[in-house]
């Protein structure tokens, strides 16, 4: 009779001595984390191989992208009569492509805070800020600030 029939049998596996219980479980450890293992990689290529047979359908049903419109027609249909400004460094970066989003965000923040054009303001750099907050905490921070400009 092998060990492993010894340990799985409850009347046997009292006559064991320490160090063959030892091994008995050792070896019962490693089976089942070699099982699970096994499976989770198993399901690591079922996932993968599902993921890219979705990618593939969701490129074919996606519908083709329309021409974007004129840099000015967009910029003046942002733009009212007090924003002409605005809308003409606006106009400027989105022709001039990708290079220009620091001047489309300099515009933004002028046209939120509704100063014109800020004569000292110059974004140089652009980064995320990693964020650990919760939506109420990004919620009540919004409300803070909001009642502090009144």
């Keep these: 009779m092998s060990l492993m029939e010894q340990f799985t049998n409850p009347e046997t596996m009292h006559a064991l001595s320490f160090g063959e219980k030892m091994l008995a479980s050792t070896i019962t450890m490693l089976m089942g984390l070699g099982v699970t293992f096994l499976v ?21 049903k996606a519908p083709k992208t329309k021409a974007a419109p004129a840099p000015a027609a967009e910029a003046k249909s942002v733009a009212s009569a007090d924003d002409e400004v605005q809308a003409a460094i606006i106009a400027a970066a989105i022709a001039a492509g990708e290079d220009a989003l ?16 800020p004569n000292n303001l110059v974004v140089r750099k652009i980064r995320r800020i990693p964020s650990n907050t919760t939506l109420w905490m990004d919620a009540a921070r919004d409300d803070v600030i909001d009642t502090r400009r009144m």
């Excluded at 979705?54 to 490129?59: D, K, T, Y």
Aim: charged content about 10%; aromatic content about 8%; overall charge neutral.
């Design 102 to 117: 620091p001047a489309v965000i300099a515009a933004a923040i002028a046209a939120y805070e509704g100063s014109g054009i």
């Design 40 to 60: 989770l990689c198993i399901l690591w290529a079922f996932i993968t191989v599902m993921g890219k047979a979705m990618g593939l359908a969701n490129r074919e």
